[in-house]
């Protein structure tokens, strides 16, 4: 059983430019939630994704936006990218239930110069 | 405004001993608890989970330990091995685990022979 993937591992990109990961869920969740790791903080939380909608929020601006399909995999994308966005972003999936467990992907390094 | 706080950047621990890591909140709206495990250029890995109608949830060698009243929990590893040494991010949450989660910095945990 396959557990949440993510794409690409590693991408660099420059201030201004746009970017899109990828998230495939663990086999049989339905729900996608997407974090933010800088370094030597913990997660921070972007927002998370139900039923192709984003079902809520964490305190980050519209740059970032996101986009779950019928088969529950999901995009994060973040656009006019700054130094700042330098990070780890993971996403972490579950299913849509009171105390089930969100398992995470490995992340996504992403190095804006 | 941390509302998960671990206030133990690291902690060090021999071999076979406790290793009690901790944690404090200050949202008393939360009503989840998790603990997870990183390990360098990978993604968390979930350890144990506690709801708030409990004040204690075991797991093997993992404890979980919730004090409501001070709004602290704390992660008991016994006995303690090589293995363990990682990251260890406590994190909680207002909606039983299906919202975004809170988290902590981190409490790097390192185990020595």
């Known amino acids: 059983d396959a557990g949440v993937t993510q794409s690409p591992t590693h991408l660099i990109k420059t201030r201004g430019q746009q970017v899109t990961l990828r998230c495939s869920p663990k086999?049989?969740?339905?729900?996608v939630s997407w974090y933010q790791q800088a370094l030597g903080q913990g997660p921070q939380f972007i927002f998370q994704?139900?039923?192709?909608?984003?079902?809520q929020r964490g305190n980050f601006p519209d740059r970032f936006s996101g986009h779950q399909f019928p088969n529950y995999s999901s995009e994060l994308n973040v656009n006019a990218l700054l130094l700042g966005d330098s990070a780890l972003y993971l996403c972490?999936?579950?299913?849509?239930?009171?105390?089930?467990?969100?398992?995470f992907g490995p992340g996504t390094r992403l190095l804006v110069l | 405004d941390q509302q998960v706080k671990q206030n133990s950047p690291s902690l060090s621990v021999q071999e076979g001993r406790i290793s009690i890591l901790n944690c404090d909140y200050t949202?008393?709206?939360?009503?989840?608890f998790l603990w997870y495990k990183k390990y360098p250029a990978e993604g968390p890995t979930f350890l144990i989970s506690?709801?708030?109608?409990?004040d204690k949830n075991e797991d093997g060698r993992f404890t979980v330990f919730l004090n409501k009243s001070a709004k602290h929990l704390s992660l008991h590893i016994v006995p303690s091995q090589p293995g363990d040494s990682a990251v260890y991010f406590c994190?909680?949450?207002?909606?039983?685990?299906?919202?975004?989660?809170?988290f902590g910095k981190g409490t790097h945990l390192i185990i020595q022979p």
């Open positions: 972490a999936s579950s299913w849509d239930r009171v105390g089930e467990t969100q398992y």
């Open positions: 086999s049989g969740h339905d729900t």
């Open positions: 994704y139900y039923e192709e909608e984003e079902r």
């Open positions: 949202n008393s709206m939360f009503d989840y």
């Open positions: 506690i709801s708030s109608i409990k």
């Open positions: 994190a909680a949450d207002p909606g039983g685990g299906a919202d975004g989660l809170t």
